[in-house]
């Protein structure tokens, strides 16, 4: 194994800064570990000459003494981003032959910042799923216990699977109903999704518009501060992004957690999640109140409504965000002998089976006679969600809850929609809400798979969650590797 | 078609429809789209402008590129709000912006971003001028913002339709009527009043031609006080004469299938410019479930009252105002003022032309002969060779005595083509009126002179022939006399 | 939202997917009316909470909507806008003839 692979973002930029090794040197490593663990299908795209043309660049800058915040570290970025030149499939069918013509917000600033294009990297089709089995050119593997084939989860699965595999220092992704947590959580490594606001979605392929957020996928807590701190920025290209200025992530590191209250939500700990994760669950409690947090139980009484909430807006926004795959101006077509039979054509063809059955109910809850009983309750009942946080977070400052009911499953296990949406039962209610989470891993399950933790924030309180995650991770002392990682 | 006719018994009024089963009359309500004259489009930093190359006003937004996002127009939303303002409406401060969904070529995000449940501005309401003076008042439901489609071309390739997005994404305010409207001529004239409206108010340039203003139009038939019966919707029209014929033409349909015992089916339907009639529209056939929503890449347009009450402030003197104050001002009639008022340009021109002078008599010389010369020419008014003040100089060289009514016609006929002063013309020609009382009378005597017959009849009783002698002199004078000199000589002298 | 209301039949499933443009083979209907279903009882259960004062929640931004000045910043793009077309011809995205 490359020596350099061991370094992580953090480790990384000092190094690169104090001219430890280059970012030549160091993006090399990583196109080899791209090469050595290809097998795990995390990658769509990868684009040597540029990531090499990138790295010289970053290399010029730090002898010139200008370096920026990510000089020379080189990412991967989830598929569903637009990136100038480089095809962007949202890996879908009906995107195989999109090149943009365009970066995305988020992605421009990391190159900006100095980060170094590694390529592309796979997801559920469209960001809808949460095993990443629905994309287009196959499942992603988790490189825990490789021979036993367990999905990396989804939708951010080649982010997560890439990082855990050490064949990329960190990876964006994007979440909506927990896309970037669970993910995280399946694949031993940390995953913040942000503020609903806190990063533009300005050329990101767009999923559920209410609910979409990118953020980072990183081996470690100070990581994915640094990360964030990119990403993140008002952008008036988006409606609704926040005009907020985020404080320095990095300075948030060491805080401790010291008088802080941290709510349990009683309804977190439900029949099916798993005992390990209840274990490691209390564990993380104990380290908080060690760590002076004062444990607080609350109640969040509309939880078990989340996921029925989810499966109503996600789809709807979604029929109607994926309407503009019609083969007209950009994508695959499929011809037919009018323009109807070309459109049903080109997106029957074009569309894989969740992205049609997701679009299916969309289109019916949204329909005339309809609306009411499922969009508009749906609506309501994401106010009372909304609500119930809006009530803890007066009593406490942070939420602590088990990332996931189950650790990685193994592929092709969920045949059954349900049961693979009942997956995002503990990430789906802070996406309702717009509300912060960060999942980060804390130790292993019996079979030797990763348990991930989330902690959720008040909107827009990412410093708190990155000193109070860091906290966990200290405990934790989460220093294992996957088995499947580059060597 | 022949057992319906709109112009077989003289009792019918517009809107009317005799049927064999008796009398019908038309229910008709409006929807227009008027594009905003704003610069950029209404979601994008693309040029609104008309008439640009194929998919050159067209930014990645308009063409939906995957992540692309709208940003709202600052400019369009106050023009929403004033031209609200302008039509006595409700302005709502919270307002939401929904997507419309449907698959068509020419809508490339396969949605349009329009208000539906909570539109910018509510109800409000218009007067329009029916013939006689009489006046009647058409209320408004709504005007909403929304995105202007694209444009799809048939005609270029014999299986092939051709996109141009460049107007996907234009700004368009849609004026909802009520169904008060009850015949083509009320429509015409509910359509010029909305058009005089929004160019007072500078939101829409309101060129119809263009396809800055276009009317859907809504049309029923009932039986006389009975429910409004089924309707359908006549889509993009974008002339009044084309509104006119295809209400007509589409009631008088409809009459026809209910007296045979049919029933309407609601539909839309496109106006057929060459046949004057109308007919269903395929493409629109099964796009009826529109799946409105709001649309989650914008929040709820939220505003102050104080900002509602500075663009109030700013309006400018809108018609039925200004019209009042045209009255009052200047003496002239209610009708002359509603002449004048249509455009802002002509009450412009006139005021400049009647300021310090006899109001009446330059609104009619505007109205008729100005008016009249212009349309002759085929000109507007902005290009017209006289000016507002040589008009007004003409005026006062007619009140002033310096020539007569009948002399000034000449001028004016000399300066729509020389573009000279009428003073000049007057002195080139010497065009004077000749008030001059021994210069009158020996034009006078000489008419008597050579009329010795008709003074004697005149004298022996037939005063009829006053009015001969008038004209001689005026004749003899090559019609610079002044004829209430004329008058008073010619009583004295023939004795 | 009763149970009755969301019984998707072939029907159905064919209106919606000629609504979403979508064609879905014939041999995967049988299983997606099974899928859309046991989705839509699930999502049923809000039926059970009491909603009856309760805004609808669209957005979670805690912001106004911003308006953006009226400038031309855009645009003038039509090789940008057509280089992903699957057909164009002089300047014009291409699609089969549509009869109005
Ligand atoms: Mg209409
Ligand atoms: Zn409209």
Redesign the pocket.
């Known amino acids: 194994m490359s020596d350099l692979l061991k370094f992580n973002l953090l480790q990384a930029e000092k190094a690169i800064k104090n001219k430890e090794f280059t970012s030549v040197e160091l993006t090399n490593a990583y196109i080899k570990a791209i090469d050595d663990t290809y097998s795990l299908g995390a990658y769509l795209e990868t684009v040597k000459e540029k990531s090499l043309d990138m790295a010289l660049k970053s290399d010029k800058n730090i002898a010139d003494g200008v370096a920026r915040p990510l000089e020379g570290l080189p990412i991967g970025v989830k598929d569903m981003f637009c990136t100038k030149g480089i095809k962007t499939t949202a890996s879908s069918k009906i995107l195989d032959n999109f090149y943009p013509t365009y970066e995305s917000t988020v992605t421009q600033k990391l190159w900006d910042d100095g980060a170094v294009m590694l390529g592309k990297l796979s997801c559920d089709e469209f960001a809808m799923g949460s095993s990443n089995e629905t994309a287009a050119k196959g499942n992603v593997k988790n490189p825990w216990l490789l021979d036993k084939q367990v999905s990396p989860g989804g939708s951010s699965g080649g982010s997560a699977s890439a990082v855990a595999s050490r064949s990329a220092l960190a990876a964006t992704g994007t979440d909506t109903g927990g896309s970037i947590r669970q993910p995280a959580a399946f694949c031993g490594i940390t995953g913040l999704k942000p503020t609903y606001g806190r990063c533009s979605r300005w050329g990101i392929v767009a999923f559920s518009s209410s609910l979409d957020q990118a953020g980072p996928l990183t081996r470690t807590v100070g990581d994915s501060a640094l990360m964030l701190n990119s990403m993140a920025g008002y952008d008036k290209k988006d409606s609704t992004s926040a005009d907020l200025k985020m404080p320095d992530l990095i300075d948030c590191l060491d805080k401790g957690v010291k008088g802080k209250k941290i709510g349990i939500p009683k309804e977190y700990t439900q029949d099916g999640i798993s005992n390990d994760i209840i274990k490691f669950f209390e564990t993380s409690i104990n380290w908080l109140k060690d760590a002076g947090a004062e444990i607080v139980p609350v109640s969040l009484p509309h939880t078990k409504y989340a996921l029925p909430v989810y499966y109503i807006i996600a789809p709807a926004e979604a029929s109607s965000n994926l309407a503009r795959y019609d083969g007209v101006r950009f994508g695959v077509r499929k011809e037919g002998q009018s323009l109807d039979e070309m459109y049903e054509l080109t997106r029957g063809n074009g569309f894989g089976e969740e992205v049609k059955r997701r679009i299916m109910i969309g289109t019916y809850v949204l329909s005339s006679g309809y609306y009411d009983a499922y969009y508009l309750k749906a609506q309501k009942v994401r106010r009372l969600i909304k609500q119930d946080f809006d009530n803890v977070f007066e009593k406490v400052d942070f939420l602590l809850t088990p990332s996931t009911p189950t650790t990685a499953f193994s592929l092709g296990e969920k045949q059954d929609p349900l049961t693979m949406y009942l997956n995002d039962i503990f990430t789906v209610p802070a996406s309702l809400a717009g509300l912060p989470g960060i999942s980060l891993p804390v130790g292993l399950d019996k079979s030797g798979l990763p348990i991930g933790m989330q902690l959720i924030a008040r909107a827009f309180d990412e410093p708190g969650l990155i000193s109070t995650a860091q906290v966990i991770e200290n405990y934790a002392e989460f220093n294992f590797i996957a088995d499947g990682a580059a060597k | 078609m022949n057992q319906v006719s709109s112009n077989n018994s003289k009792k019918l009024k517009p809107g009317q429809i005799q049927g064999d089963t008796g009398l019908w009359e038309m229910v008709i309500g409006l929807?227009i789209?008027a594009q905003i004259s704003s610069k950029s489009k209404l979601f994008s930093g693309a040029s609104a402008t008309f008439g640009a190359g194929a998919n050159t006003n067209v930014s990645l937004v308009d063409a939906a590129m995957p992540g692309m996002l709208p940003v709202i127009n600052q400019y369009c939303v106050e023009q929403a709000v004033k031209t609200g303002l302008a039509l006595n409406a409700q302005i709502n401060n919270y307002s939401v912006f929904d997507r419309?969904n449907y698959f068509y070529a020419d809508l490339p995000q396969g949605y349009?971003i329009?208000q539906f449940t909570k539109p910018i501005v509510g109800e409000g309401e218009i007067i329009i001028d029916l013939d006689e003076g009489k006046q009647t008042t058409i209320g408004i439901e709504r005007l909403?913002l929304?995105q202007d489609a694209g444009k799809s071309l048939h005609d270029q390739h014999p299986t092939k339709t051709y996109i141009d997005l460049n107007r996907t994404g234009v700004a368009?305010m849609?004026i909802v009527s009520k169904p008060d409207i009850r015949s083509p001529q009320e429509a015409g004239l509910f359509v010029k009043k909305i058009r005089s409206i929004l160019r007072y108010v500078g939101s829409c340039d309101g060129n119809m031609e263009e396809g800055s203003l276009r009317a859907?139009c809504n049309v029923s038939v009932r039986r006389a006080g009975e429910e409004f019966g089924t309707r359908c919707e006549i889509k993009n029209l974008n002339s009044i004469r084309f509104i006119n014929q295809a209400i007509q033409s589409e009631a008088e349909r409809q009459v026809e299938i209910l007296e045979s015992g049919g029933s309407i089916n609601q539909e839309t339907r496109l106006f057929d410019t060459s046949t004057g009639e109308t007919r269903s529209m395929r493409s629109k056939e099964d796009a009826h479930d529109y799946r409105y929503f709001p649309d989650p890449d914008l929040l709820p347009l939220e505003f102050e009252d104080s900002w509602v009450k500075g663009l109030k402030e700013s309006l400018p003197e809108l018609p039925d105002t200004l019209r009042e104050r045209l009255v009052l001002d200047y003496g002239i009639t209610p009708y002359d003022a509603a002449v004048l008022v249509e455009e802002k340009d002509y009450v412009k021109f006139y005021e400049k032309a009647a300021l310090g002078r006899d109001g009446k008599l330059t609104a009619n010389w505007m109205i008729s002969e100005l008016f009249g010369a212009l349309k002759k020419e085929n000109l507007s008014l902005l290009n017209s060779p006289v000016s507002p003040e040589s008009l007004g100089e003409l005026i006062t060289l007619i009140t002033d005595g310096v020539i007569s009514g009948k002399i000034a016609k000449d001028i004016f006929a000399e300066m729509m083509i020389s573009k000279k002063k009428p003073i000049e013309i007057v002195k080139d020609k010497g065009l004077e009126q000749v008030s001059d009382d021994n210069e009158i009378l020996k034009l006078i005597e000489s008419v008597i002179a050579d009329n010795q017959d008709k003074v004697k009849q005149y004298l022996s009783g037939k005063d009829k022939l006053f009015g001969f002698f008038v004209g001689q002199v005026m004749k003899v004078s090559q019609g610079k006399a002044n004829p209430g000199i004329v008058n008073k000589l010619l009583k004295e002298n023939l004795k | 939202m009763s149970n009755k209301k969301s019984i998707v039949d072939i029907q159905t499933v064919n209106k919606i997917a000629r609504l979403a443009r979508l064609n879905i083979p014939e041999n995967d209907k049988d299983n997606l009316i099974i899928d859309l279903n046991n989705i839509l009882e699930f999502v049923a259960q809000l039926e059970e909470v009491e909603t009856s004062n309760i805004e609808p929640l669209a957005s979670v931004t805690g912001h106004k909507l911003p308006l953006r000045i009226d400038e031309v910043t855009d645009g003038n793009i039509e090789d940008l806008v057509l280089q992903n077309a699957p057909e164009k011809s002089s300047g014009f995205f291409v699609v089969p003839k549509v009869i109005e």
Do not use: A, F, V, Y
């Open positions: 929807e789209h419309k349009q329009s909403h929304e368009l849609e859907d």
